[in-house]
C-alpha cells in the first residue's frame, strides 16, 4: 500500500515530550489511524503483528524526494535551485540504503533481469526528479526560510492518549502567522476523498494547537504527482471535531484490541497490500494474535 513516509531513518528521532509516571493508554499517529479507518485487519498486522512488508517503490520515491526537499533549506537562498535539488537524489538515496539495505531489493539486479515489482533504477530516479521539478514548480524555495522541517510534534490528551507524528514544513511569516506544509508524492484526490487527505493535515493542527495554544492560519498539502496545491484553512471548531474523532477511533481500536475481533475491510486499497495471503478477504487466515503482556 503506497504511502508517504514522513520519518528519514538515517536521522536520530528528536527528543520526545516527557510522559514518565503518566499512565498513557495509548499513542496514535496519522498513519496509523489512517491504517485502522481504511482496514482495521491492516492495522493489526502493521501494529501488533509487526508483520514485515516488502519495500515499495512508491513509499521510498516519498522518502527520498521528502529528505531532499528537507535538506534543500539547508543551503543558502541562492543556491536552492533544480539542479542542486537533483544532484542530492544519489548521495541521499545511498544513505538510505546503507541504514535500510532492505530498499536496494526494489531495484533490478546489476544483470538487468527483472524481479516482480522491482523497478528500473534510472527510470524511478528519474521520476524523483520531476516530482522535484514539480515542485519548483509550485514555488520558490530563494524566497522561503521555513521556521520548522521534519518536526516531530506530539501532545498526551485529556484521555492519556499520546497524538504524534512528523511535520513536513512549518512557516511563520513576519505577522506570526502559521501555515503547515505537507508534501505528497501522489496525485491530488477527487472532491469526494478531500475530507479523508485533509484529516492528517487537521490532525497535525490539533497537536500545534494544544501545544503552542495557537490554531495554525493555514494548512497546505501540496501534490506533486499533480502539481496542485490544497489549501485550508481550520478554525477552533474543526479541531475540536478531529479531537473527538481521534478519541473515537481510539476507543474503537481498543475495543478491537479487547475483543480480537480486527475485521478486514475490503476496497482498491487492498490491491497495494502485502499481506493478501493472510486476509480472509483473500482466502487467508491471519496468524494467532502474539500473547498481551
Known amino acids: 500500500m503506497p504511502t508517504d513516509q514522513l520519518y528519514d ?3 536520530t528521532e528528536p527528543p520526545r515530550t516527557v510522559v514518565d509516571g503518566v499512565d498513557v493508554v495509548g499513542s496514535l499517529s496519522p498513519s496509523r489511524a489512517a491504517d485502522f479507518m481504511a482496514c482495521p485487519l491492516l492495522y493489526r498486522f502493521r501494529t501488533i503483528d509487526h508483520l514485515d512488508e516488502a519495500p515499495s517503490p512508491a513509499a521510498a520515491r516519498g522518502t527520498l524526494v521528502h529528505s531532499v ?21 544519489r548521495p541521499i538515496l545511498d544513505r538510505l540504503i546503507e541504514a535500510e539495505p532492505e530498499l536496494s531489493t526494489m531495484f533490478e539486479d546489476a544483470g538487468g533481469s527483472q524481479g516482480e515489482g522491482r523497478v528500473d533504477r534510472a527510470v524511478w530516479l528519474a521520476e524523483c526528479e520531476a516530482l522535484l521539478a514539480t515542485y519548483f514548480g509550485l514555488e520558490d524555495p530563494t ?9 516531530y510534534v506530539e501532545h498526551l490528551l485529556d484521555s492519556k492518549l499520546l497524538l504524534r507524528g512528523y511535520v513536513d514544513r512549518v512557516d511563520v511569516n513576519p505577522a506570526g502567522a502559521v501555515r503547515v506544509v505537507d508534501y505528497k508524492t501522489g496525485r491530488a484526490p477527487s472532491e469526494v476523498f478531500e475530507a479523508k487527505a485533509l484529516f492528517q493535515m487537521r490532525f497535525y493542527a490539533l497537536v500545534l494547537w494544544r501545544t503552542r495554544k495557537e490554531i495554525p492560519a493555514l494548512l497546505q498539502l501540496m501534490y506533486l504527482g499533480s502539481g496542485e496545491v490544497l489549501r485550508y484553512v481550520p478554525d477552533e471548531a474543526d479541531l475540536l471535531a478531529t479531537e473527538r474523532k481521534v478519541e473515537a477511533l481510539w476507543a474503537a481500536i481498543d475495543r478491537a484490541t479487547r475483543s480480537g475481533d480486527w475485521r478486514p475491510h475490503r476496497s482498491r486499497l487492498c490491491d497495494w497490500c502485502d499481506h493478501q495471503a493472510l486476509c480472509p478477504e483473500f482466502g487467508g487466515t491471519p496468524p494467532p494474535l502474539p500473547l498481551r503482556e
Open 69 to 89: 526537499l528537507e535538506r534543500l533549506y539547508d543551503l543558502p537562498a541562492a543556491g536552492r535551485t533544480l539542479s542542486e535539488a537533483r544532484t542530492m537524489l
Open 9 to 11: 531513518p538515517t536521522e
Open 143 to 151: 524566497r522561503l526560510e521555513p521556521a520548522e522541517r521534519e518536526l
